[in-house]
Nanobody
Framework: QVQLVESGGGLVQPGGSLGLSCAAS????????MGWYRQAPGKQRDLVAT???????HYADAVKGRFTISRDSAKNTVYLQMNSLKPEDTAVYYC????????????????WGQGTQVTVSS
């Protein structure tokens, strides 16, 4: 059993900052990659940022220079610091992890958090 628990999110004014965190727990053998995706009403779920086990990061063009993804490997936790927020950043943000479990280390699997709402509005 693996769980991703997100925290953070909420309402912020344009130009403001917000931080998200996501902790993975359970029978985790190793985490290959963690990241954040977002889904606005009526739109598909899009990648925001990812970070691999060796620390390599990748960002969507829409958030480059404004968002920063980081991780604490010891805690199986990933963070997303969001600065200079815009109304178009409003969405439900989902944590994602690609990992291997102790009971099936040969098989990488994808897990998702429950989502957290981020609203950017004055």
């Amino acid at each position: 059993q693996v769980q991703l628990v997100e925290s953070g999110g909420g309402l912020v004014q344009p130009g403001g900052s917000l931080g998200l965190s996501c902790a993975a727990s359970g029978t985790i053998y190793t985490i290959n990659r963690m990241g954040w995706y977002r889904q606005a009403p009526g739109k598909q779920r899009d990648l925001v940022a990812t970070i691999t086990s060796d620390g390599t990061t990748h960002y969507a063009d829409a958030v480059k220079g404004r968002f920063t993804i980081s991780r604490d490997s010891a805690k199986n936790t990933v963070y997303l610091q969001m600065n200079s927020l815009k109304p178009e950043d409003t969405a439900v943000y989902y944590c994602h992890a690609n990992l291997r479990r102790y009971d099936r280390t040969w098989f990488p699997e994808d897990y998702w958090g429950q989502g957290t709402q981020v609203t950017v509005s004055s």
